[in-house]
């Protein structure tokens, strides 16, 4: 914890027990790279460091914390946090070994965990990526990276060689994963995401909004399409005398540069688009279709985010997550919203396959009876039915990925390519169960399975309560996330034939079994 606030630019240094708050002059005005490859050279090739770029200096609200040139605490505006301290990084140099209580036990169910993974989720295909960007980067290259060193399917992509399209005399390298890959656009022209800037600007823009320390996530999914929307309806053109044009990287450059050092009009933007809106009088109608609650655009709501397809009726669980939370829940509760749609029957093409036989909604509803204790919940028709346990299970498995930590897209292990229900199995343990046996290996602590899962409620209870208090958090505040869910969904669940809209009167006591 780091409390207080600096009148000059500092840095903290930990080398094993030993912490110093150094000056960080020299590092104030770097980008988050430069920043990181200054602190190797000063401290040690080794250390590890998270830091901020300008938006955090700055303090945009939408300022991210950054580690190595992909990984960020992206949604929150931490950056700021850090900026308003003066902070510029944080920076750890260890010695010795975690030690592992069971360690050969421990060692033996990861590399289960690891073989049954590798059954849905092979290596990417790094070599046909590499000859697509080498159609417009002949140097390029794309080699698979693992996110940590225990991971048994590395699935983050690593860009290098990669020529600037803005900026022809850079030459860009970095990860580029999850919402990040839309910089280069999505879907046919006149549409949401449809800048289509290809490969070589795409990764330009990734690595330049990393180095800025700018939440991707708020950027394509909230800020530009709000933006685009405005546009749309004639009540902006240009962006500090610059015609807007997403189909330009160069307009691009521009407009994350705008951001990142809050020039002109990006002073506002920086505030994220909510508060734009507000400060600009400008486009608040168009807010529900890109933000979903508490400031933060959609995600896995089926009705902001345009980039993740849900359906009626399992966005009634984001509903509740949504109401529940005070950001974006999604960051660490991928498990039921994103897995009944890319594992279900909805899938489509993309739906993992045991020997090339889809899921049916038989074998789903068996999963939701062993899961959640009732099949309705991953039944399409069940509507209302069945969805309270569920977002609450999440939210407190949300919880138990955080503290432990575990992967989002992996755990829980709920499904499977292996067995013939479907269910997730390793060895004799249930799939949901692997975190606990994990936790239990790792630390010798000897709780009942049942007693770690109520110290993940604890937790998440304790985060309620604290709302509860400091803010005066109720009922009411919750259900002011609700609206954008009572517009007509984005897509249609195929099994019912039409959209839906959430149904306030046959919502109520789903929210009243979630609370209980």
Known sequence: ????????????????????????????????????????????????????????????????????????????????????????????????????????????????????????????????????????????????????????????????????????????????ACVGSLFRGMGEPGGVYDWGLGDAAGLEMNVLSNRYGLNQWEIIIGLVPWLERCGWAGLISELNGTPIDWSSPTFWAEFLHALAYREGLGDVLAEGGVRAAETLGMGQEFLPH?????????????????????????????????????????????????????????????????????????????????????????????????????????????????????????????????SEDRFCRIGDIDGPSVDYHLFRLGTGVEWEEAEFERAAARIYTLERALTVRHWGRDRAMDETALPPFEREENWENPELGRKHALDREAFGPVADAYYR
Request: proline share 7%; charged share 20%; aromatic share 10%.
């Open 1 to 176: 914890i780091v409390t207080g606030a600096s009148d000059t630019p500092v840095q903290i240094i930990i080398r094993d027990d030993e912490v110093t708050i150094a000056p960080a002059d020299d590092l104030w005005g770097l980008d988050a790279y430069d920043a990181q490859d200054a602190v190797r050279a000063a401290v040690d090739p080794s250390v590890r460091t998270l830091t901020i770029g300008p938006a955090g200096e700055r303090l945009s609200r939408i300022a991210t914390i950054h580690t190595a040139t992909s990984s960020a605490a992206g949604q929150g505006g931490f950056g700021a946090v850090m900026g308003a301290k003066r902070l510029k990084a944080i920076s750890v140099l260890g010695s010795g070994d975690v030690v592992i209580a069971e360690e050969d036990a421990f060692n033996t169910l990861v590399r289960q965990v690891g073989a049954e993974v590798r059954t849905y989720r092979p290596l990417p295909d790094t070599r046909r990526m590499t000859e697509r960007l080498r159609q417009t980067c002949p140097d390029g290259r794309v080699r698979p990276y693992a996110c940590t060193a225990a991971c048994p399917t590395p699935c983050n992509l690593y860009y290098s060689n990669v020529r600037g399209v803005a900026m022809p005399d850079r030459v860009w390298e970095g990860h580029w």
């Open 290 to 418: 890109s933000y979903t609650a508490w400031g933060y655009a959609g995600h896995w709501d089926g009705h902001g985010s345009m980039a993740n397809r849900l359906v009626f009726p399992f966005w009634i669980v984001s509903a509740l997550q949504w109401m529940t939370d005070t950001r974006d829940p999604y960051s660490s509760s991928h498990g039921y919203v994103q897995n009944v749609m890319r594992w279900g029957p909805l899938g489509g093409p993309r739906q993992p396959q045991n020997q090339g036989q889809a899921i049916t909604w038989d074998q789903m509803r068996g999963i939701s009876q062993k899961v959640y204790g009732t099949p309705a919940s991953l039944d399409p028709l069940s509507g209302y039915e069945g969805k309270a346990f569920p977002a609450y299970y999440h939210d407190v498995r949300s919880v138990l990925k955080d503290s432990l930590p575990t992967d989002d897209q992996v755990f829980p292990l709920i499904y499977s390519v292996t």
